[in-house]
């Protein structure tokens, strides 16, 4: 009965998790699950309780791989909310992106270049300031309220996952190999 945000991956400090957590408080008709395992899970955990967020925020531990993609397509929204705290996240442009695109859900991305331009590119999600801690809990009461705008994501995820899929970047692996 309720819009599923999804973080899957480590909780780790740069991935905006707090942020993500902090914006549920301002968002109704949602619940944000954080899919993994890491070095901030307990902080992350102290901080919901504090927050008194445990309605709208739940973990679940880490799956095996074979499992994943069942889980991420129970969700409505995929979040990719990666800090740009150093070059590495700066760059980064993260697996869970392609696979919430698998999953043919909408993505909510940070302001990352490389993220920034895979959401411009193909239309499947929008990207948010993180350091706006109003403009997130905007942008996800918004993805809540309109199922319309979340229908035309999916539509785009899906279409883009036919263009970031192994079928196709295995070629241009392999013909970077057989250049060298």
């Not at 699950?33 to 901030?40: K, M, Q, Y």
């Not at 993220?115 to 996800?140: K, M, Y």
Request: hydrophobic fraction near 45%; include cysteine; aromatic fraction near 8%.
């Amino acid at each position: 009965d309720r819009v599923i945000f999804l973080y899957q991956g480590g909780l780790l400090t740069d991935n905006g998790l707090s942020e993500q957590i902090s914006a549920m408080a301002d968002v109704e008709g949602a619940a944000l699950v954080l899919l993994g395992d890491g070095p901030t899970k307990q902080q992350l955990e102290h901080q919901v309780a504090v927050s008194e967020l445990g309605d709208r925020v739940f973990f679940l531990p880490a799956v095996p791989f074979s499992q994943l993609h069942a889980l991420t397509c129970s969700a409505d929204v995929g979040l990719c909310l990666i800090k740009s705290t150093g070059k590495s996240f700066h760059w980064s442009l993260p697996n869970k992106l392609f696979e919430y695109m698998m999953a043919g859900l909408p993505v909510l991305g940070s302001q990352a270049p490389e993220i920034h331009r895979i959401l411009s590119e193909t239309g499947a999600g929008e990207v948010v300031d993180l350091n706006d801690q109003a403009s997130l809990s905007n942008r996800l009461q918004c993805l809540v309220a309109d199922a319309g705008l979340r229908a035309r994501y999916s539509e785009a995820s899906l279409q883009a996952s036919r263009q970031f899929c192994w079928e196709n970047e295995s070629a241009k692996l392999t013909d970077l190999y057989a250049a060298l």
